[in-house]
């Protein structure tokens, strides 16, 4: 057969012709015949004196026979052809094999420390006395809440958590209150009805873990001792903090108290003045002058016991002491009580209680003053007399358990000061507080438990006025109408253009999408910029965001195919090793339209759109609601975001198509037969390379670039397959559907943001990112010698600094967002800071510039279950990073390092119709030289 090969003569081809006008035909049976005119001016192979060709290497010339006999240049030993297949890891060294095995710990560490916080949070959640659970992450019992009881204590205890959204515990009107310390079970309700509904009293044992009131216990008494947080199972009869008024007790009548809750009676030289100072603010009760000193409470309800708790002063000797506040000796203080005997009718027989003696309180000149209940800050001598006005010599709290004998419906209490010193022996008493105990086992009692089913009911019906997440069934406006009307916060404008719907899980897709838009905006720019700068070819064309830049690198760039290419007889291998070769890929139509599109993944997102856009009110808005704190403060910044829930609809759509796309064009071809690539190797050393391409896929592969290759079973495939589908499964929309659809709480607050995060992962990485998590896991968590070695290897190689440095810069930044997100005290937010700039940033940085010489991202061709099939591994250069961590273009003067910084290794995963054939061509092995691979 004779074959016509056009030859276009120019400087350093294979013939060195006179004349250049025009091109000479060489034909070629059975070796190669010149024409004459070519024939007389070609140089001669030295070993057969036959016509022979410069070759690249060296410049001599030999002929092809003898150039190609030992697959060595004859002249310089140079390889004749190079190929792929020579990838070899050297010895990194025992250190970089320790910071391979010191990734694979901290990244188990990570895992474990990760699951280990979210046990613990789910283990440690805090119930409330009506029964809600606290699911605010980590939440504690913290927030002090005082609840007026309208002036009434009911004979069940508390009342519903509904009836407490009036203003609560005003100083003019409240007189029985509880205060105790509670939790957030739904923010959405809470912050949407003005810190009204949405929090309860914590309840069991969780919760007395916590210290009382969250470290704002203050005047609280042993009522809270070994108890922590937990409700105390009672009320607030008696509370004067002596802040509210002055006036003197001597006064007949008495003065009227401001304080509603301040229930005295009568009293002699008792003043309400700043003359003794105070403990939680100027004022104080004290206690001076001539023949009498006391003061008597009004008839408490104490028939089930309680305590009494306040704060008492002696005044100062020496220096510290004044004239309105002067020193105490012998002024021993009396504490009375007399219980009701009769209903109706006061008891003035008092009975003596306790003493307070003064030699029990030191009086050493110096004066105290507390800032913490824990802390005392100690003052000289040489104070101004105005700041010795506001000095404690005692600071503790005192708080006594009222004796059985002291338990009525009607029990006051007296302080009395028996024997002092006229003009001396001065004292006060400061925050007194009185409380009272609920009937035992009243948290078992039938109208107790009534008033809890009825908060339920009442609380559920705000959670769906209110938009909020916890709500597990949809109200119809008349509905609302008529179930509203007594939410706080709820507006009858929500009826018909604005119901709000808390932003939760609607936030995973919103934040998904601006990662698919970065990705395309970033794949996109790379395109760009490349066609500027004429480096075209260095842009992925294989990894596009979601799908979509394929085609954009399609209309953009031009298509090199083998056949349009003609090329020099000097480049040729020998006659006994195939030059070009077309390989088929196995094609399964079963596979590819039964499994994967008629069950695997296209009915589950079709049912899931279907059920999104029929459940999708064009009335309802999503709420996204954040809170930024600019200062350390408590002050934050309300920023929110309004969006229908259409925009919602649309955006999972698209996510979920994109991802089912990219995966279909990329892995499983599984649009039609004809997306199918053909693989073209062309081994003629000129071209060195194979080609992938289909009609909206193409990849240009040298032959160099290979690296390994080894089979892998049918059973591995299925397996592949099996990550495939579950990979581009429509998490966005069924992450929207629970949403709108009202799934029950308990069961949305695990599922929702755990497919919200599916959702993130799969914009940010691509639709295979369960295929690329595979082989991630298996590299970085193996045992195999070889590969610590590689993995070693990676550690040390010069692109990891640059990425690192890219991803500090990166998280510093997201660093800052985070911490307007978050309320945290200051040190913490300090914490937090560093370790996202060091762990989520420079960590994370480090890990992806070692992946970049992995072999984690796959091109898996699967078309066909039944049979094996080879993996092939090859480095893909490139001058242009991904979406996501390192400089868009590299524009380092040197070449080599803007590839060593984006270079990656890459898989490639088929089976064809000659695995054989196809390794041998790209081993460049001759014909019969190699039975097996």
């Known amino acids: 057969m004779v074959n016509q090969i056009h030859v276009n003569v120019k400087p350093g081809e294979y013939l060195r012709a006179k004349d250049a006008k025009k091109p000479e035909i060489v034909t070629s049976t059975e070796g190669i015949e010149l024409t004459t005119e070519a024939e007389s001016d070609a140089i001669e192979c030295p070993i057969c004196l036959a016509p022979g060709f410069e070759r690249k290497c060296c410049g001599?010339?030999?002929?092809?026979?003898?150039?190609?006999?030992?697959?060595?240049?004859?002249?310089?030993?140079?390889?004749?052809?190079?190929?792929?297949?020579?990838?070899?890891?050297?010895?990194?060294?025992?250190?970089?094999?320790?910071?391979?095995?010191?990734?694979?710990?901290?990244?188990?560490?990570?895992?474990?420390?990760?699951?280990?916080?979210?046990?613990?949070?789910?283990?440690?959640?805090?119930?409330?006395?009506?029964?809600?659970?606290?699911?605010?992450?980590?939440?504690?019992?913290?927030?002090?809440?005082?609840?007026?009881?309208?002036?009434?204590?009911?004979?069940?205890g508390l009342t519903s958590p509904t009836e407490w959204y009036q203003p609560t515990c005003a100083v003019e009107t409240s007189v029985n209150k509880v205060r105790g310390a509670s939790c957030v079970f739904d923010p959405e309700v809470y912050r949407r009805s003005g810190h009204a509904l949405g929090y309860d009293l914590c309840w069991g044992v969780m919760a007395m873990n916590d210290e009382a009131m969250g470290g704002m216990r203050g005047n609280m008494g042993h009522e809270f001792d070994n108890k922590g947080a937990k409700f105390t199972g009672g009320a607030y009869v008696?509370?004067?903090?002596?802040?509210?008024?002055?006036?003197?007790?001597?006064?007949?009548?008495?003065?009227?108290?401001?304080?509603?809750?301040?229930?005295?009676?009568?009293?002699?030289?008792?003043?309400?003045?700043?003359?003794?100072?105070?403990?939680?603010?100027?004022?104080?009760?004290?206690?001076?002058?001539?023949?009498?000193?006391?003061?008597?409470?009004?008839?408490?309800?104490?028939?089930?016991?309680?305590?009494?708790?306040?704060?008492?002063?002696?005044?100062p000797e020496g220096s510290a002491a004044t004239e309105d506040c002067n020193s105490a000796f012998i002024g021993n203080v009396d504490l009375y009580y007399a219980a009701e005997e009769e209903p109706g009718v006061l008891n003035n027989n008092f009975t003596k209680?306790?003493?307070?003696?003064?030699?029990?309180?030191?009086?050493?000149?110096?004066?105290?003053?507390?800032?913490?209940?824990?802390?005392?800050?100690q003052i000289t001598k040489k104070l101004k007399k105005k700041h010795v006005l506001f000095c404690w010599v005692k600071v503790e709290l005192i708080s006594l358990s009222l004796p059985k004998s002291a338990w009525s419906a009607g029990t006051r209490f007296m302080f009395d000061q028996a024997v002092f010193v006229d003009r001396m022996d001065h004292f006060a008493i400061d925050d007194m507080h009185v409380f009272h105990k609920f009937k035992p086992k009243w948290d078992h009692m039938k109208d107790f438990q009534r008033v809890k089913r009825r908060t339920r009911d009442l609380i559920e019906d705000a959670k769906c006025c209110l938009g909020s997440a916890q709500c597990s069934r949809r109200i119809s406006p008349i509905e609302k109408k008529k179930k509203c009307a007594w939410v706080p916060g709820f507006t009858s404008g929500y009826d018909e253009t604005h119901e709000p719907m808390n932003a939760t899980p609607p936030l995973y897709i919103f934040l998904s999408v601006i990662m698919f838009v970065a990705r395309f905006v970033w794949a996109a720019g790379n395109l760009v910029v490349a066609q500027i700068a004429g480096h075209e070819n260095d842009v992925n064309p294989v990894q596009p965001p979601a799908g979509?830049?394929?085609?954009?690198?399609?209309?953009?760039?031009?298509?090199?195919?083998?056949?349009?290419?003609?090329?020099?007889?000097?480049?040729?291998?020998?006659?006994?090793?195939?030059?070009?070769?077309?390989?088929?890929?196995?094609?399964?139509?079963?596979?590819?339209?039964?499994?994967?599109?008629?069950?695997?993944?296209?009915?589950?997102?079709?049912?899931?759109?279907?059920?999104?856009?029929?459940?999708?009110?064009?009335?309802?808005?999503?709420?996204?609601?954040?809170?930024?704190?600019?200062?350390?403060?408590?002050?934050?910044?309300?920023?929110?975001?309004?969006?229908?829930l259409w925009w919602f609809v649309v955006a999972v759509i698209v996510l979920d198509a994109g991802a089912l796309w990219y995966v279909a064009k990329r892995h499983i071809f599984a649009t039609w037969s004809n997306a199918v690539p053909a693989i073209d190797v062309d081994a003629r050393p000129s071209r060195g390379v194979m080609t992938l391409s289909g009609p909206t896929d193409y990849e240009e592969i040298k032959?160099?670039?290979?690296?390994?290759?080894?089979?892998?079973?049918?059973?591995?495939?299925?397996?592949?397959?099996?990550a495939a589908i579950v990979g581009c499964w429509p998490f966005a929309s069924v992450t929207l559907l629970m949403h709108v659809a009202r799934i029950p709480w308990p069961v949305a607050r695990v599922i929702l943001p755990m497919f919200g995060s599916f959702t993130m992962v799969k914009a940010y990485v691509g639709g295979d990112w369960l295929l690329r998590g595979i082989f991630w896991f298996d590299w970085f968590f193996s045992r195999h010698l070889d590969d610590r070695e590689e993995l070693g290897a990676r550690t040390i190689e010069r692109r990891n600094k640059p990425i690192m440095r890219v991803a500090a810069v990166t998280s510093f930044l997201v660093g800052l967002t985070v911490l307007l997100l978050v309320d945290f005290p200051a040190i913490w937010k300090t914490i937090?800071?560093?370790?996202?700039?060091?762990?989520?940033?420079?960590?994370?940085?480090?890990?992806?510039?070692?992946?970049?010489?992995?072999?984690?991202?796959?091109?898996?061709?699967?078309?066909?279950?039944?049979?094996?099939?080879?993996?092939?591994?090859?480095?893909?250069?490139?001058?242009?990073?991904?979406?996501?961590?390192?400089?868009?273009c590299c524009r380092h003067p040197s070449r080599h390092v803007c590839v060593d910084v984006h270079s990656r290794d890459r898989l490639l995963i088929l089976s064809t119709d000659d695995d054989q054939g196809l390794y041998e061509m790209l081993k460049g092995i001759t014909q019969g030289e190699l039975t097996d691979f």
């Open 238 to 315: 008696f509370e004067d903090d002596f802040e509210a008024y002055t006036g003197s007790f001597s006064e007949v009548p008495l003065p009227s108290f401001p304080q509603a809750s301040a229930l005295w009676g009568n009293g002699t030289n008792a003043e309400v003045s700043n003359k003794c100072g105070g403990y939680s603010g100027s004022n104080s009760l004290r206690f001076s002058g001539s023949d009498d000193r006391w003061a008597v409470t009004a008839p408490l309800d104490l028939q089930y016991g309680g305590f009494l708790n306040f704060r008492l002063k002696f005044a």
């Open 703 to 722: 032959l160099t670039d290979f690296k390994t290759h080894h089979r892998i079973s049918a059973r591995e495939l299925q397996w592949l397959g099996a």
């Open 548 to 644: 979509w830049c394929s085609s954009i690198r399609g209309c953009c760039s031009k298509r090199l195919r083998a056949s349009a290419k003609i090329y020099t007889l000097d480049e040729g291998p020998p006659a006994n090793m195939a030059s070009e070769r077309r390989f088929f890929v196995d094609d399964d139509p079963v596979w590819r339209f039964g499994i994967f599109l008629g069950v695997g993944t296209v009915p589950w997102i079709l049912i899931s759109w279907y059920y999104c856009i029929k459940l999708a009110e064009p009335d309802v808005i999503i709420d996204m609601y954040r809170k930024l704190h600019l200062t350390a403060s408590d002050t934050s910044t309300p920023v929110t975001i309004e969006l229908p």
């Open 353 to 377: 209680w306790k003493s307070f003696i003064v030699t029990e309180y030191p009086l050493d000149g110096r004066c105290s003053f507390l800032f913490t209940h824990k802390f005392i800050f």
């Open 832 to 888: 937090l800071f560093l370790f996202i700039i060091t762990m989520s940033g420079t960590f994370w940085g480090f890990l992806c510039g070692v992946a970049h010489g992995l072999p984690v991202e796959p091109r898996l061709i699967l078309t066909s279950l039944k049979e094996p099939g080879i993996i092939l591994r090859y480095q893909h250069n490139s001058r242009f990073s991904l979406p996501g961590v390192g400089p868009r």
């Open 60 to 156: 001599a010339f030999y002929c092809n026979e003898h150039y190609h006999r030992t697959g060595r240049c004859p002249n310089c030993d140079t390889p004749c052809i190079e190929r792929g297949f020579t990838f070899k890891v050297e010895d990194p060294g025992d250190r970089a094999i320790g910071y391979g095995w010191g990734i694979t710990h901290s990244l188990t560490v990570a895992v474990i420390i990760i699951v280990t916080v979210i046990l613990v949070n789910e283990g440690s959640r805090r119930w409330t006395v009506t029964g809600y659970e606290c699911y605010k992450w980590y939440d504690r019992c913290d927030m002090n809440k005082c609840i007026d009881l309208n002036n009434t204590l009911p004979p069940y």
